[in-house]
């Protein structure tokens, strides 16, 4: 078992019952509350009362599509920048790892992987040293640079299914635009088109119920 010294509460937001029951059974804290949260909103108010001292989390679930939580990790770690938090996830695209990779204050740990790399990085997350694990390491094949905020607003309705020339009618840009912040995304995540459509696909991944 590994001893989480966060000095408090763990919060966990994690679709697997197993998983959930295997994490408990795994990390010892200081205290005994510990929280299992099933949808965003409920996480931001969590959060937002200051109880818990360190967040474990998977990408997606039952309520949530990964874009959501994607989204919601990278803005929560500049509202709540003193969380540790490690993403313990099945996900694989490297563009998605690359985005999170970016902040060294997020530890990234492959599921697949041994156990004592889910202590490492908890270990290394209260010191927000960046932690992958090896798994994650040898999918990061290209540094991500930020998106801004076009961009991600073109993404998200991208993974809604909407078509480059809808998005143009309804953010009032050319065609041209739009079709310019699809390759600055491409670009910046290291995507040809065939990794841009997996990107897509995978941004639209929920836990099955």
């Known amino acids: ?42 996480l931001e108010g ?37 969380i540790p938090l490690v993403i313990f996830t099945t996900v694989e695209h490297p563009g998605i790892l690359a985005l999170l990779a970016a902040d060294a204050r997020i530890a990234i740990v492959a599921k697949g992987e041994p156990l004592h790399c889910l202590s490492d990085a908890i270990a290394a997350a209260g010191k927000f040293s960046g932690y992958r694990s090896p798994h994650i390491r040898a999918r990061l094949v290209h540094s991500a640079a930020a998106l801004s905020d076009s961009e991600w607003r073109v993404l998200a309705m991208m993974v809604a299914g909407v078509s480059p020339g809808s998005i143009a009618n309804v953010t009032r840009r050319s065609y041209k635009t739009i079709s310019s912040h699809k390759l600055n995304i491409m670009r910046k995540l290291g995507l040809n088109q065939a990794g841009f459509m997996r990107l897509i696909l995978s941004l639209r991944t929920r836990y099955p119920s």
């Open 1 to 42: 078992m590994v001893k989480a010294d966060f000095g408090d509460a763990l919060l966990f937001f994690e679709p697997s019952y197993l998983v959930r029951r295997g994490m408990e059974a795994f990390l010892v804290t200081q205290s005994s509350d510990s929280y299992f949260i099933d949808t965003l909103r409920a």
């Open 46 to 82: 969590v959060l937002k009362e200051g109880k818990p001292r360190a967040l474990i989390m998977e990408l997606y679930h039952q309520r949530e599509y990964l874009y959501d939580v994607l989204r919601f990790v990278l803005t929560a770690k500049n509202v709540w920048p003193e």
